[in-house]
C-alpha cells in the first residue's frame, strides 16, 4: 500500500471510523440532467460518486444501465465530454468513473489518467480489465495519483482475492452475484458471503454492489460490508424522466436505511 490514502479511500474509512456504512451511488454520465443529479445525490448523503463514461458493449451491464449508456450516446456524450463536466462539478464528495478498458486504451494509458487527475476524479474502475493485465494501466493511475478500484468476483479463490485487495485502492469492490448489474427481488447470498470473504483479508473498505436494488438489501449486505454501491436503481429513475430530485429522493432513502 501506498503511505496515504487517496480522497476516496479516506472518506470511506471516516465513514467507517464513525460507526457508519458507506453508500456510492452510481449515475451514467452523459444522461439528462446528470450532473444535477449527481449533486443531489451528494446532497442527500452520498459518501462518494460512481460515474459511467457510456460505452457501446458494456458487457457487465444489464438492460437498465445499457438503454443509459444507449440513450446517452444517443445525446452525443463522448467521454471526454463526461470528464470536461466532472471537473466543473463540486460535488464535494469523491468521485469514482467506471469505464470499459477499451475507452482508456484508445486515450492512451498515461493520458486517460492524467486527465482524469485534471478533472479532480479521484478513482477508477475498469470492470473488465484483469488483474493479470492490469499492469500498464495501474502504473499510469498511480503516477497520477488515480486510485484503481479493482473487483472482486464470486467464483475466485481466496488466494486470487487477497491478490486483488492488495492491488486495489480507494475500496474493494465485491461483485455481489454472478451475472450482469440490475434490480432483483432479493439480495443474492453470494453477496454476504462476498463481504465476509473479503473482510476476512484486507482492512480496506469492503463495499459490495451489482444486485444491490433497495435499501433493505443495502442494509443487509452492510449488516458485514463496510458499504453498498448501488446502480441500476438510480438509473432507472433517471430513465423514468424522475430527474436529480427522485434520485435525491431515492438515495436519501438509502441513506437512512444504512443509518
Known sequence: MGADPGPLEAALRARRSQGGKALVPYLTGGLGDWLAALAAAADAG???????????????DGPVIQQANDRALGE??????????L???????????????NIAFRFGLERFA???????????????LPL???????????????????LAAPTASDERLQRICARTRGFVYGVGLLG??????????????????????TDL???VGVGVGTPEQAQEVCRVADGAVVGSA??????????????????????????
Open 46 to 60: 452520498a459518501d462518494a460518486l460512481e460515474v459511467g463514461i457510456p460505452f457501446s458493449d458494456p458487457v457487465m
Open 76 to 85: 452525443g456524450i463522448t467521454p471526454l465530454g463526461v470528464l470536461d463536466a
Open 87 to 101: 471537473g466543473r462539478l463540486d460535488a464535494g464528495v469523491p468521485l469514482a468513473v467506471m469505464a470499459y478498458y
Open 114 to 128: 492524467s486527465v482524469l487527475a485534471e478533472r479532480g476524479v479521484a478513482a477508477a474502475i475498469l470492470p473488465d
Open 132 to 150: 493479470e493485465e492490469a499492469g500498464p494501466w495501474t502504473a499510469a493511475a498511480d503516477a497520477s495519483g488515480v486510485e484503481t478500484v479493482l
Open 180 to 201: 450482469v448489474t440490475g434490480v432483483r427481488g432479493e439480495l443474492a447470498s453470494s453477496a454476504v458471503v462476498m463481504a465476509e470473504r473479503l473482510k476476512r483479508l
Open 205 to 207: 473498505p469492503v463495499l
Open 234 to 259: 438510480v438509473v432507472r429513475r433517471m430513465l423514468d424522466g424522475g430527474g436529480p430530485d427522485a434520485v435525491g429522493e431515492l438515495v436519501g432513502r438509502f441513506r437512512r436505511a444504512l443509518e
